[in-house]
Structures are given as C-alpha cells and as structure tokens.
C-alpha cells in the first residue's frame, strides 16, 4: 500500500485516517480515501462535512464513542 497527499499539515493525519480506516474499519481503499476527515490543530478541530454521519456508521460496527471536549 502506498499512501500519501497534498495540503501541508492535513498530510500525516490524513494519511494516517487512511491507513486506520483500511486496517481497523476493513474499508476498500477507495472508501477510506474518501471518508470524511478531522483534524485538530493547536486548540483548532477541524471536520469535514459528513463527519457525523461516516462516525454513526463506523460506531454501529465497533465499540467507539465520539468525544467533545472544550467550552460551548
């Protein structure tokens, strides 16, 4: 497997979802590169659209919980 990506920071993490959702979730290739990302930067969380709704499916299949943290 051969896996990288263009976008500076969003690099190592993005890559590394790639490789988690193939390993651990037993995605095609094509459907882990094309799930929804998160990335936290500093005190920054950034989610791409769908997020919600790819972590629902992913939490229904294996023992996973979402957590939020920080002040609302």
């Known amino acids: 497997m051969v896996v ?3 976008g500076g920071t969003n690099i ?3 890559v590394a979802q790639v490789i988690l959702d193939y390993l651990f ?3 095609d290739l094509q459907k882990s590169v094309s799930e929804p990302r998160v990335q ?3 005190n920054v ?3 791409e ?3 919600d ?3 629902e499916v992913m939490k229904k299949s294996k ?3 979402k957590m939020r943290t920080g002040m609302n």
């Open 4 to 6: 990288g990506g263009a």
């Open 12 to 14: 190592p993490t993005s």
């Open 25 to 27: 979730f037993d995605y």
């Open 40 to 42: 936290v930067l500093g």
């Open 45 to 47: 969380t950034n989610i």
């Open 49 to 51: 659209d769908n997020f």
């Open 53 to 55: 709704e790819a972590f």
């Open 63 to 65: 023992n996973l919980r």
